[in-house]
């Protein structure tokens, strides 16, 4: 018996109505560490990134942990540690920005969720190219050593934009050459994804599945991979410069050899603002699936949505400048760059403003991937709205390198990255692991990341406007209350991520059996058994609109949500009709 | 437009000593600024309360409960989705008109009074104010921003090409600037208040906002605004001429604005070696050779050599990141400052 599809009616006496999953599945089918290393299987790859990126994430955090408590007071150039000195405060703050950066936030949802579910939501059996998938891995794997690398040499305190000359200018570190080739390597991973993704999206559609027929997850992912494989390269490039110009001491970057440190920026943020939106991009995906699901509602705006994805990520190409207003670029420069920044807020704003009408006359259900669904909202409203402060030119060259630039990043990276992340791990958590996790402590972790998060950057906006700079190991004395609300809002939302650590893992071992569709989502995935079978599929899924749940219906907790029998009924009758 | 928007700037209830948001409106343009962010604040939270507002109410509304089922509306709407990108759109090119006007006026400075340019040097961790004018004998080199109400000034930074960027930072002006070795970056203001009218005895301050290392969130200093003429003779002359000064607080003034933020004088090791117990004992360099600072020539001559070519010898186990100076006339003033200041913590 194929997933949810009802083939014959339960006989309770029999104990047919008891969804019995797969004796074999892809976690048991081949066993030993050593299959999993070698695997082609696109879910065996996925479910080693989300580990990996997982990783990341806590060693990012605890980062983040430590330079929030070097942070809770003042400090003076006299007496300059809360618990550290200085230095060690620069190391964390650059630790914390790559490693989240780098090892979480780029490759997070696309490279764990998307691995996992992308062929899955076409009813295909795999990527289009495992062997290029399973490469991507290991070279995420080899740049991560050498970020553990850079992190057992010492540390690096270059910041995570890697600005020369304070990077590269003086007596270069070992560890920024570690650094270098972690990015250039990461660099490659992502791309190779990226051209796994759009690959597959162009061949291995089913039959009577168009482009408008995928999951807005898959649209997502879609503009990302554009993203990846035409912004990643300029970074390698970049890179590769700075090593060409250590070598044979041309002047590129360096003032000393005639370069000159804003070409560098230039060439930095080209790669790095597309890259922004390489991490929201994704992001949004999984938000649009969890808004439907948990509304039941047909998404509002599909072409709108899919469309606006292609529009960030287009015009996400020529805003680099809007980092770069001070530094010296042409004025003239600036202003196009701001016009350009405000025209990239449109598509974001259509977004939200669809998922709310998604919400219009749905059956609104608070699971906890709903609940970061509606803190996505919450928070990269205010993201997003905040950006139209610092497109401004004119409040720019205020509020440049000042905490209202941390408190707008962090709301639109955290506020949607992270929700998304979290959000799309427990929506897929029970296909992925065939496991239920505890639905109250899910609520309980995901409010308390919604007010730690609140806490942790609020208070950092009007630090910003009232002029305190970032990257500060100590400040003035008046910006001491923003600063302990939110450490303190730091600390809420790391136990509201330990609290998710512990029940997820708990539920592996203690979990209920999870239905094949436990939500009652209608894209293919949930056709699959959970979790699913090697090839995914034991049965042909039925093809048919990713948002018509109107073809599924509750049987019970056991079962999940199964599709209606007229919907199979009819879905045999045209096939026969075909033949 | 242009004069709409001027006289609505000038019209604007001033809040001069600060505001929840903001510091004091100290310069020409902090009006501008303060009115911009209103009104995109004002014009967000409009939005954010719609949207958060239409999303708290449905989830209450059409929450999932017995005997409610969804309801399939349209899956799309021309009109209203048109409607809902392009009156956005609308008021995204009213911020953007509004801001390109401030920003214009910002980087425009007067072309019909006489503009005073003050010379300014980044370097890791201080700055260098080079401050000259009618009243003055030549250049000071201050640590502070010393200026007069009304005027209008251009700034002209840079950093020696083996430094590395800072930006300079008045949050009352409301005004940043990087200053990137090997280029000349400008910043105009017109300061509007005096630091006393803002209530601030020590002045505005001053930051550095470009991430640059150890001291970076020690490079601060103050901008002080002065009515007249006298008044900021007098402040320029007692920062900047330490000439004037017996050696050994000549010398503690330089410490503490130049070598603080490597030396310290408690023996504790930061950048560079401690000045306490410096005078007198010989230290290993790098070179294998080895060096003393005292009152003798070749103590004089290290001592010198180490402030004006600091990568020539290196103290054995400290880095090479000394930035050398260059103090023209008061050289030997300076030194001899340095060198009374060096015997008065010996050991």
Not at chain 1, 179 to 193: K, N
Not at chain 1, 317 to 337: E, L, N
Not at chain 2, 122 to 129: E, S
Not at chain 2, 255 to 274: N, V, W
């Amino acid at each position: 018996m194929a997933g949810g599809v009802v083939e014959k009616p339960a006989d309770p006496a029999a104990g047919g109505d008891v969804y019995r999953p797969l004796a074999v599945n892809y976690i048991n089918k081949f066993k030993g560490i050593g299959n999993w290393l070698i695997t082609l299987d696109h879910k065996r790859i996925g479910i080693m990134y989300l580990g990996a990126v997982t990783f990341a994430l806590l060693l990012g955090g605890l980062f983040a942990i430590l330079l929030r408590t070097e942070l809770l007071f003042p400090g003076t150039a006299a007496n300059p540690e809360v618990i550290a000195s200085n230095d060690w405060y620069n190391k964390f703050f650059t630790l914390h920005g790559a490693v989240m950066v780098f090892l979480f936030i780029i490759p997070g949802i696309p490279a764990s969720m998307g691995n996992f579910i992308l062929p899955m939501q076409l009813g295909a059996k795999d990527l289009a190219l495992p062997r290029v998938n399973l490469m991507s891995l290991w070279l995420y794997w080899i740049g991560t050593v050498f970020f553990i690398g850079v992190l057992v040499l010492g540390g690096l305190d270059t910041g995570w934009t890697l600005y020369p000359p304070y990077s590269s200018g003086r007596d270069v570190q070992l560890t920024l050459i570690f650094a270098y080739t972690a990015v250039f390597i990461l660099g490659f991973s992502s791309i190779l994804t990226g051209l796994n993704f759009i690959v597959t999206m162009h061949k291995l559609r089913p039959p009577g599945m168009g482009m408008y027929d995928m999951p807005l997850f898959l649209w997502a992912l879609y503009a990302t991979s554009l993203i990846q494989v035409l912004a990643t390269p300029v970074i390698g490039i970049t890179l590769g410069l700075s090593i060409v110009e250590h070598l044979f001491k041309i002047g590129i970057f360096l003032p000393e050899y005639g370069g000159d440190p804003v070409m560098y920026q230039h060439f930095f943020w080209f790669y790095s603002h597309p890259a922004v939106y390489i991490m929201v991009l994704p992001a949004m995906g999984v938000q649009s699936e969890i808004i439907a699901t948990f509304s039941r509602k047909h998404v509002f705006g599909y072409k709108a949505i899919a469309w606006s994805s292609i529009a960030i990520a287009a015009i996400g190409f020529i805003v680099w400048g809007h980092h770069m207003f001070v530094s010296g670029q042409s004025p003239t420069a600036g202003i196009i760059f701001s016009f350009l920044t405000f025209l990239v807020a449109i598509p974001s704003a259509i977004k939200v403003f669809n998922w709310v009408a998604t919400l219009y006359k749905g059956s609104i259900d608070l699971k906890t991937p709903m609940i970061y669904g509606l803190n996505f909202i919450y928070l990269f409203g205010v993201g997003g709205l905040t950006g139209l402060f610092l497109a401004s030119t004119a409040n720019n060259v205020h509020l440049h390198d000042t905490y209202f630039v941390i408190a707008h990043f962090h709301m639109v990276m955290v506020g949607s990255v992270l929700n998304a992340f979290l959000g799309g791990v427990h929506l897929w958590w029970p296909k992925m692991t065939g496991r239920m996790y505890s639905e109250f402590w899910g609520r309980i972790a995901a409010i308390f990341v919604f007010l730690g998060f609140n806490l942790a950057f609020m208070p950092q906006f009007v630090a910003g406007t009232r002029g305190m700079p970032r990257r500060y190991a100590n400040y003035l004395d008046e910006f001491t209350i923003f600063h302990q609300l939110s450490t303190i809002g730091a600390y809420l939302l790391g136990l509201g991520v330990v609290i998710q650590v512990t029940y997820l893992i708990h539920s592996l071992f203690k979990g209920k059996q999870a239905p094949p569709n436990p939500w009652g989502a209608s894209s293919l995935e949930w056709q699959s058994d959970s979790p699913p079978d090697h090839h995914n599929f034991t049965a042909k899924p039925i093809v048919m609109g990713p948002y018509d749940y109107e073809n599924w219906e509750y049987v019970s907790e056991n079962r999940g949500w199964v599709l209606k029998r007229e919907v199979v009924e009819t879905r045999k009758t045209l096939a026969k009709a075909d033949h | 437009m242009t004069s709409v928007l001027s006289s609505l700037g000038n019209a604007l209830p001033l809040a001069r000593s600060g505001s929840y948001w903001f510091p004091p409106q100290a310069s020409d343009v902090a009006a501008g600024h303060d009115f911009l962010y209103d009104f995109t604040l004002w014009l967000c939270i409009v939005f954010f309360v719609a949207i958060c507002g239409a999303t708290v109410y449905f989830t209450l509304k059409y929450r999932k409960r017995l005997g409610h089922e969804a309801v399939r509306t349209a899956t799309h709407n021309t009109k209203l989705e048109l409607a809902w990108s392009i009156g956005p759109l609308m008021l995204l090119m009213a911020i953007f008109g509004i801001s390109t006007y401030w920003y214009l006026h910002m980087i425009s400075p007067p072309k019909d009074e006489y503009v005073h340019q003050i010379d300014v040097n980044a370097q890791r961790w201080n700055w260098t104010f080079k401050i000259k004018g009618e009243g003055l004998d030549g250049t000071y080199e201050c640590a502070k921003l010393h200026l007069i109400k009304d005027r209008p000034y251009q700034i002209v930074m840079t950093t020696p090409d083996n430094d590395v960027i800072h930006s300079l930072f008045i949050p009352a002006f409301r005004l940043k600037q990087d200053c990137v070795p090997g280029r000349y970056n400008k910043l105009w203001f017109r300061p509007t208040m005096t630091h006393d009218e803002a209530g601030l005895e020590d002045g505005f301050d001053l930051f550095c906002t470009e991430y640059c290392g150890t001291g970076h969130s020690d490079m601060i200093t103050k901008v002080m605004v002065y009515n007249t003429e006298a008044e900021w003779k007098a402040g320029v002359v007692a920062d900047g001429d330490l000439t004037t000064k017996p050696a050994l607080d000549r010398g503690r003034m330089i410490y503490e604005r130049l070598c603080k933020s490597c030396h310290t004088i408690d023996g504790s090791a930061l950048i560079g070696p401690s000045f306490k117990g410096l005078w007198g004992k010989s230290k290993e360099m790098e070179s294998g050779a080895s060096h003393k600072v005292d009152s003798s020539a070749e103590g004089r001559t290290y001592l010198r050599e180490s402030v004006l070519t600091p990568g020539k010898e290196i103290v054995k186990g400290y880095p090479n990141q000394m930035t050398p100076f260059t103090w023209g006339d008061k050289t030997d003033s300076y030194l001899e400052g340095i060198e009374a200041y060096l015997e008065s913590l010996k050991d």
